[in-house]
T-cell receptor, first 110, second 112 residues
Framework: KAGVTQTPRYLIKTRGQQVTLSCSPI?????VSWYQQTPGQGLQFLFE???????NKGNFPGRFSGRQFSNSRSEMNVSTLELGDSALYLC?????????FGPGTRLTVL | DQQVKQNSPSLSVQEGRISILNCDYT??????FLWYKKYPAEGPTFLIS?????DKNEDGRFTVFLNKSAKHLSLHIVPSQPGDSAVYFC???????????FGTGTRLTIIP
């Protein structure tokens, strides 16, 4: 069974640009969550989608948005990038109370 | 408001000894607690979990203890092995809103 996949794995952008990250969950999983990992801050929850609807949302500004498609694939968008947005962005698909994480997208904002 | 806290950002333990990672939480409504292990450039992987109605769960070298009155859980790894060197995250799950909240992580280094 294929795991959670994320594309791209690495990305370099400049301040002010926007970026879209993609996540494909494990087949049959309908819940997809996004997290931001930065040194010292651990895993910060961004949002969770279930059946194309945002079910939970963390405390991030409106520049961070997401969506989920009918095939459960999810995208996360960050507009007007700031230097502080440099982080590892992790996507996880969930079944019951267990989450399975993808390898992450390393975003560097210059 | 950090509902799940890991107060030790790093920990070094001699190979063969016991590693103890700690986690504190503030929300008494959490139903389930999990530990994840993360290697660099990889996503976290599930390690072990415990229901809020239990106080101990064991899986091989890994044991998780839960003290509900103190809102504290710990992960014991014994004996520690070099391959255990990683960042460990504790997480708490609420069945009501199906939300998983992570701690800030502890970097464990096993010294050969």
């Amino acid at each position: 069974k294929a795991g959670v996949t994320q594309t791209p794995r690495y990305l370099i952008k400049t301040r002010g640009q926007q970026v879209t990250l993609s996540c494909s969950p494990i087949s049959g999983h309908r819940s997809v969550s996004w997290y931001q990992q930065t040194p010292g801050q651990g895993l910060q929850f961004l949002f969770e989608y279930f059946s194309e609807t945002q079910r939970n949302k963390g405390n991030f500004p409106g520049r961070f948005s997401g969506r989920q498609f009918s095939n459960s694939r999810s995208e996360m968008n960050v507009s007007t990038l700031e230097l502080g947005d440099s982080a590892l962005y992790l996507c996880a698909s969930m079944r019951s109370n267990e989450q399975f994480f993808g390898p992450g997208t390393r975003l560097t904002v210059l | 408001d950090q509902q799940v806290k890991q107060n030790s950002p790093s920990l070094s333990v001699q190979e063969g000894r016991i590693s103890i990672l700690n986690c504190d939480y503030t929300n008494s409504m959490f139903d389930y607690f999990l530990w994840y292990k993360k290697y660099p450039a990889e996503g976290p992987t599930f390690l072990i979990s415990i229901s809020s109605i239990k106080d101990k769960n064991e899986d091989g070298r890994f044991t998780v203890f839960l003290n509900k009155s103190a809102k504290h859980l710990s992960l014991h790894i014994v004996p520690s092995q070099p391959g255990d060197s990683a960042v460990y995250f504790c997480a708490a799950f609420n069945f009501g809103n199906e939300k998983l909240t992570f701690g800030t992580g502890t970097r464990l280094t096993i010294i050969p």
